[in-house]
C-alpha cells in the first residue's frame, strides 16, 4: 500500500511520508482489521488487488509512451488472473481496469486500436489463468462460478441492499471510523455516503490532470470498479450481512485517494498558514491514536468466534464417523469431516431441492446420512415451523441454548442410508 501510494503521487518530497502514513493508518483501520483478519479471502483480495495496479503501474513507467509488448500484457493477465481466483467478483475490477486502459490515453500507448489488443490479450490471460478453477467448479457443482452466489440470491428482491451500500462506502473511504449499526440506514448516511464517495472521485480526478496516464486510469478504473460492486450487491444479490466485508476492497482505492488528496489540501494550507502546522500534527496524533485503539480492540476478541459453540459441541458429542448437518458450515466443517451443508452454498444437491421446493427438511435431510443438525438456536425452529411432517416426526430438540446461540436437532433413529455417503 505504501508503494502504490507512493506511485501515484509522482515524485513530490513528501511522497514518501504519504505512503508511509497512509500504509500504516489503513493496515490499522478498523475495516481493514475487521475484514482481512477473519481468515477468509478477503485479506488475500485486498493484497491481490493492489500487486495488479503495481504490475500495471510498473509497466506504464517502463513503456513511456511505447505500446506493451505481448509478454508485458500477458504478465498482466497473469496478475488479474490472480485476482479473480482471490475473488471472483474481481470480474469487474478486471473490466474496470482493461476498460480504462483502452479508454484513457489518447496516442499513448500505440493509440486505441492497439491498446484494445493489449486488452484482449491481458484479459485473455486471466481467463487462462483462471481456468483450471473455473473448470473444476463445473466439474464438482455444475457451475463455473461459486454456487453461494445462486444460494444467497435465489430469494432476493431487486436492490434491497441500497440502503445498506451508503455507509459501507462511508467505511471504504474512511476506513478508521465505522459506521455503527443504528445509524447505517438514516438518512444522513443514506445522502452522505454516495454524495462523499462521488465528492473524492471527481477531487481526484482534478488532481489528477496533467499526471501520469496511469494516475489518469486508475480514477475511470476505480469508478467501474464501484459501479460493478455497488451494482450487483446492491440490486441483484441477498445476504446483506456479507455487504461490508464484499466492499471492503474498495479501501484499496479510496483510501490512497483521500490521502493523496488531503495531502495535496495540507500542503498548500501550510504554504499559506504556516500557524495551522501544529494543528495538522495534532490531528495525524489523533489518527494515530485511533488506529492502534481499533487494532486493540480487534486483537482482544482474536479468541472469540460466531460459531465457535457449535464446532465445540461437535467435537465434545459427535463422533468423527457420524454425519451432522448444518446451514452455516464453514468453521464447523473445518473440525469436523462429516459435515453435510444445508443452504446449498458449497452443496449442489441441496441448492437443487432449495430452488425448486424452498425446503430441505422432507425433500433432502431426510434421504441424507445426518444424525445431527447443529447451528444457532433458531434451526430448532426446524422442528416447529409448517411443513415437513417427516422430518417433525424424525427429529427431536437436542440442545436449545440461547445463551450460547447453540441449536441442536438429533434424529430418533439412525437413518437406513448412514452409509450412502
Given at each position: 500500500?505504501?508503494?502504490?501510494?507512493?506511485?501515484?503521487?509522482?515524485?513530490?518530497?513528501?511522497?514518501?511520508?504519504?505512503?508511509?502514513?497512509?500504509?500504516?493508518?489503513?493496515?490499522?483501520?478498523?475495516?481493514?482489521?475487521?475484514?482481512?483478519?477473519?481468515?477468509?479471502?478477503?485479506?488475500?483480495?485486498?493484497?491481490?488487488?493492489?500487486?495488479?495496479?503495481?504490475?500495471?503501474?510498473?509497466?506504464?513507467?517502463?513503456?513511456?509512451?511505447?505500446?506493451?509488448?505481448?509478454?508485458?500484457?500477458?504478465?498482466?493477465?497473469?496478475?488479474?488472473?490472480?485476482?479473480?481466483?482471490?475473488?471472483?467478483?474481481?470480474?469487474?475490477?478486471?473490466?474496470?481496469?482493461?476498460?480504462?486502459?483502452?479508454?484513457?490515453?489518447?496516442?499513448?500507448?500505440?493509440?486505441?486500436?492497439?491498446?484494445?489488443?493489449?486488452?484482449?490479450?491481458?484479459?485473455?490471460?486471466?481467463?487462462?489463468?483462471?481456468?483450471?478453477?473455473?473448470?473444476?467448479?463445473?466439474?464438482?457443482?455444475?457451475?463455473?462460478?461459486?454456487?453461494?452466489?445462486?444460494?444467497?440470491?435465489?430469494?432476493?428482491?431487486?436492490?434491497?441492499?441500497?440502503?445498506?451500500?451508503?455507509?459501507?462506502?462511508?467505511?471504504?473511504?474512511?476506513?478508521?471510523?465505522?459506521?455503527?449499526?443504528?445509524?447505517?440506514?438514516?438518512?444522513?448516511?443514506?445522502?452522505?455516503?454516495?454524495?462523499?464517495?462521488?465528492?473524492?472521485?471527481?477531487?481526484?480526478?482534478?488532481?489528477?490532470?496533467?499526471?501520469?496516464?496511469?494516475?489518469?486510469?486508475?480514477?475511470?478504473?476505480?469508478?467501474?470498479?464501484?459501479?460493478?460492486?455497488?451494482?450487483?450487491?446492491?440490486?441483484?444479490?441477498?445476504?446483506?450481512?456479507?455487504?461490508?466485508?464484499?466492499?471492503?476492497?474498495?479501501?484499496?482505492?479510496?483510501?490512497?485517494?483521500?490521502?493523496?488528496?488531503?495531502?495535496?489540501?495540507?500542503?498548500?494550507?501550510?504554504?499559506?498558514?504556516?500557524?495551522?502546522?501544529?494543528?495538522?500534527?495534532?490531528?495525524?496524533?489523533?489518527?494515530?491514536?485511533?488506529?492502534?485503539?481499533?487494532?486493540?480492540?480487534?486483537?482482544?476478541?482474536?479468541?472469540?468466534?460466531?460459531?465457535?459453540?457449535?464446532?465445540?459441541?461437535?467435537?465434545?458429542?459427535?463422533?468423527?464417523?457420524?454425519?451432522?448437518?448444518?446451514?452455516?458450515?464453514g468453521t464447523l466443517g473445518y473440525f469436523h469431516d462429516r459435515t453435510i451443508n444445508l443452504d446449498?452454498?458449497?452443496?449442489?444437491?441441496?441448492?437443487?431441492?432449495?430452488?425448486?421446493?424452498g425446503d430441505v427438511r422432507d425433500a433432502y435431510i431426510m434421504d441424507s446420512p445426518i444424525q445431527?443438525?447443529?447451528?444457532?438456536?433458531?434451526?430448532?425452529?426446524?422442528?416447529?415451523?409448517?411443513?415437513?411432517?417427516?422430518?417433525?416426526?424424525?427429529?427431536?430438540?437436542?440442545?436449545?441454548?440461547?445463551?450460547?446461540?447453540?441449536?441442536?436437532?438429533?434424529?430418533?433413529?439412525?437413518?437406513?442410508?448412514?452409509?450412502?455417503?
Amino acid at each position: 500500500m505504501a508503494h502504490f501510494i507512493r506511485q501515484l503521487a509522482g515524485d513530490p518530497p513528501q511522497a514518501r511520508s504519504l505512503g508511509a502514513l497512509g500504509a500504516g493508518l489503513w493496515l490499522c483501520g478498523y475495516v481493514l482489521i475487521a475484514h482481512s483478519g477473519n481468515g477468509l479471502e478477503t485479506g488475500l483480495y485486498h493484497l491481490a488487488v493492489l500487486a495488479a495496479w503495481l504490475v500495471y503501474l510498473r509497466q506504464l513507467t517502463a513503456q513511456a509512451l511505447r505500446p506493451a509488448t505481448t509478454s508485458e500484457s500477458m504478465r498482466l493477465g497473469v496478475a488479474l488472473g490472480m485476482v479473480f481466483l482471490a475473488r471472483n467478483d474481481a470480474v469487474f475490477f478486471i473490466g474496470g481496469l482493461l476498460a480504462a486502459h483502452v479508454w484513457i490515453g489518447g496516442e499513448a500507448g500505440g493509440g486505441i486500436l492497439r491498446r484494445l489488443r493489449d486488452a484482449t490479450i491481458a484479459g485473455l490471460t486471466s481467463l487462462a489463468t483462471a481456468s483450471p478453477w473455473l473448470v473444476h467448479n463445473k466439474l464438482l457443482f455444475g457451475s463455473i462460478v461459486p454456487i453461494s452466489g445462486s444460494a444467497q440470491s435465489h430469494d432476493s428482491v431487486l436492490g434491497q441492499n441500497m440502503t445498506v451500500v451508503p455507509a459501507n462506502l462511508l467505511e471504504a473511504m474512511l476506513v478508521l471510523l465505522p459506521i455503527p449499526g443504528a445509524v447505517e440506514r438514516s438518512g444522513p448516511v443514506l445522502v452522505a455516503g454516495p454524495f462523499l464517495v462521488i465528492v473524492l472521485l471527481l477531487g481526484f480526478g482534478y488532481w489528477s490532470r496533467g499526471r501520469g496516464v496511469g494516475v489518469r486510469r486508475m480514477v475511470v478504473a476505480s469508478t467501474l470498479f464501484l459501479g460493478g460492486l455497488v451494482g450487483y450487491y446492491g440490486l441483484f444479490f441477498g445476504a446483506a450481512h456479507f455487504i461490508p466485508r464484499y466492499l471492503s476492497v474498495l479501501s484499496v482505492l479510496l483510501w490512497p485517494m483521500l490521502v493523496l488528496l488531503t495531502g495535496a489540501l495540507a500542503d498548500r494550507v501550510q504554504t499559506r498558514w504556516q500557524g495551522l502546522r501544529p494543528l495538522g500534527v495534532a490531528g495525524l496524533v489523533v489518527l494515530c491514536a485511533v488506529s492502534v485503539n481499533n487494532a486493540r480492540l480487534h486483537w482482544n476478541h482474536g479468541e472469540q468466534h460466531m460459531h465457535r459453540q457449535v464446532a465445540e459441541w461437535v467435537t465434545e458429542h459427535v463422533a468423527p464417523e457420524v454425519w451432522v448437518g448444518a446451514v452455516q458450515t464453514g468453521t464447523l466443517g473445518y473440525f469436523h469431516d462429516r459435515t453435510i451443508n444445508l443452504d446449498g452454498k458449497v452443496n449442489p444437491e441441496a441448492l437443487k431441492v432449495i430452488l425448486r421446493t424452498g425446503d430441505v427438511r422432507d425433500a433432502y435431510i431426510m434421504d441424507s446420512p445426518i444424525q445431527h443438525i447443529i447451528d444457532w438456536v433458531a434451526i430448532t425452529d426446524w422442528a416447529t415451523k409448517p411443513g415437513a411432517p417427516t422430518f417433525k416426526a424424525a427429529f427431536d430438540v437436542a440442545v436449545r441454548d440461547t445463551s450460547l446461540n447453540l441449536g441442536v436437532l438429533t434424529r430418533r433413529q439412525p437413518p437406513a442410508n448412514i452409509d450412502a455417503h
